[in-house]
Each structure stands twice: as structure tokens, then as C-alpha cells.
């Protein structure tokens, strides 16, 4: 088992930053990707953005592709959703996710974290 934890979120204004991070503990030598996701109130959960836990093979959603950056730290076992030039349709939860194989559009990632709320005012 692998578990989640995120942290991070909060309150920004539209064009601000907020940094998440997510710390991943117990089996963190099972994970092979990892991923965050987001749900936004009355919204179906979406795919922000991927990468290899190894490193490497990063994805990104259009709507934040040049805005977000993810990355990790194995050493520390964190992966962090660096967010730029934020806009009030990034109001969302944001949950960190993990698999032990690859992480697939459209495919549930085994482990899931609790969630952290970001809010963008206008």
C-alpha cells in the first residue's frame, strides 16, 4: 500500500502561485507514475498533469500546459504542482495520485490522496 498526503492549497488571487506538495509513504518502491488530478464543484474529476516516478515521461492537460509545472523529490519520496498564473477556473481539489504501472487518461490510479482545496478569486 502506498499512502498520499498533500498539502499546500489554499486562497490566491487570479495570476498568483501556490505551490502543493505530496508526501508518499509505505510502498513508495511499488509506484511507477505519478499524477495529480482535480475536481472542480459539479465537475467530473480531471487529469492536470503526469510524470514517471523515475523521472521523465511528464504530461500536462491543455488548460495548464505553460502554467503548471510538476516534479518530485525521490529522495524526500514528494512529488510537487507548481501553479503559475493562476485563473479562477483552477478553483478546484486537487488530489495527488499514484500507480504502480502507467498512469492512462480515462484509468483510475490505484492510490489517491485526500485532497487540498485551491481557490482562485477574481
Known amino acids: 500500500q502506498v499512502q498520499l498526503v498533500e498539502s499546500g492549497g489554499g486562497l490566491a488571487q487570479a495570476g498568483g502561485s501556490l505551490r502543493l506538495s505530496c508526501a508518499a509513504s509505505?510502498?513508495?518502491?511499488?509506484?511507477?507514475?505519478l499524477a495529480w488530478f482535480r475536481q472542480a464543484p459539479g465537475k467530473e474529476r480531471e487529469f492536470v498533469a503526469a510524470?514517471?516516478?523515475?523521472?521523465?515521461?511528464?504530461s500536462y492537460a491543455e488548460p495548464v500546459k505553460g502554467r503548471f509545472t510538476i516534479s518530485r523529490d525521490n529522495a524526500e519520496r514528494r512529488v510537487y504542482l507548481q501553479m503559475n498564473s493562476l485563473k479562477p477556473e483552477d478553483t478546484a481539489v486537487y488530489y495527488c495520485?499514484?500507480?504502480?504501472?502507467?498512469?492512462?487518461?480515462?484509468?483510475?490510479?490505484?492510490?489517491w490522496g485526500q485532497g487540498t482545496q485551491v481557490t482562485v478569486s477574481s
Open positions: 510524470m514517471r516516478w523515475s523521472g521523465g515521461s511528464i
Open positions: 509505505g510502498r513508495t518502491s511499488s509506484i511507477y507514475d
Open positions: 495520485t499514484a500507480d504502480p504501472g502507467r498512469i492512462r487518461i480515462g484509468v483510475s490510479p490505484n492510490y
